[in-house]
């Protein structure tokens, strides 16, 4: 396949510079990892920066990339539901600098949530969604109250692992990721971890009507783990197989 560089790219977004990390390979078919609330682009235990090196290896470039206010890049964090201008800059400049004709985007929790929601507008030809959220951001904490500011701490609130007690329930993004879905005209896989809280949420939300007009269109995939960001060896080795499927049905001619 050839030798993989890695190299860092920064690129403009309403203002602000974002920095992101592109795993260099010859095909011109690429994935795009968008990364889940606050967390860097190199991912839990730099996971994704794994992932990417395994994915160019094979011969497909990929582009990572911090959003306005997190990690390297500048600008204010306004959260994965204002990353639709991010995740289009981020594309744009991934088509370019790595001269591919076809995108596939992944993301878990949030951003899984955020490409759903906004993949249109970046032109990504297929998505790989792992246990997307259905729940927006709640309103910040009291000072002092020893909850944690991070989207995974308001999902932890809200599958009550941490047991907090709050008067203020997160808003439902359920029927704003319902009407994504029915909208949507590229392919789309889901990718689930049977026993994770987020994803058994996902997969209930599923069932009801809003979702039926999008299941048909829907491929869902499932890994019996516990692991939201599929940490263990063989969720690593399962999440890589399912990435290089869709990878190889997008590949451009």
Same mark, same amino acid.
Request: include cysteine; glycine fraction near 10%.
């Given at each position: %396949? ?7 790219? @920064? ?9 992101? +990390?592109?795993?260099?390979? @010859?095909?011109?078919?690429?994935? %795009? ?13 730099? @996971? %994704?920066?794994? /992932? ?7 011969? $497909? ?19 994965? /539901? ?16 790595? !001269? /591919? ?14 490409? %759903? ?23 910040? !904490? ?6 944690? !500011? ?41 990718? /689930? ?28 995939? !499932?890994?019996? +783990? ?13 999440? $890589? ?13």
């Amino acid at each position: %396949m050839g030798a993989c560089v890695r190299s860092l790219i @920064s690129f403009p977004c309403l203002g602000d510079l974002l920095i992101g +990390t592109l795993d260099s390979a @010859s095909g011109n078919t690429g994935l %795009m990892i968008v990364s889940e609330g606050n967390e860097i682009r190199s991912g839990p235990h730099r @996971s %994704m920066a794994q /992932l990417a090196h395994r994915i160019a290896a094979a011969g $497909y470039p990929v582009l990572r990339f911090d959003r306005r206010g997190v990690g390297d890049s500048g600008g204010s964090n306004g959260g994965f /539901l204002e990353s639709s201008p991010d995740i289009a800059a981020a594309a744009v400049t991934f088509r370019r600098e790595a !001269q /591919l004709r076809r995108l596939v985007a992944f993301g878990n929790g949030d951003a899984a949530s955020a490409l %759903m929601l906004f993949h249109a507008d970046a032109r990504i030809d297929a998505l790989l969604l792992a246990n997307p959220v259905t729940f927006g951001p709640v309103a910040p !904490q009291e000072e002092g109250d020893g909850a944690e !500011q991070t989207p995974r701490g308001w999902i932890r609130q809200v599958i009550g692992l941490r047991g907090a007690r709050r008067a203020d329930a997160p808003p439902s993004i359920a029927g704003d990721l319902a009407d994504a879905l029915v909208k949507a005209e590229v392919p789309i896989t889901l990718l /689930l971890a049977t026993r994770d809280a987020t994803a058994a949420a996902f997969a209930d939300a599923l069932h009801k009507p809003a979702f039926a007009a999008a299941g048909t269109r829907i491929r869902r995939k !499932q890994f019996d +783990t516990a692991s939201h960001v599929f940490a263990r060896t063989a969720d690593k080795a399962w999440l $890589y197989e399912r990435v290089i499927e869709a990878l190889a049905e997008q590949r451009a001619p």
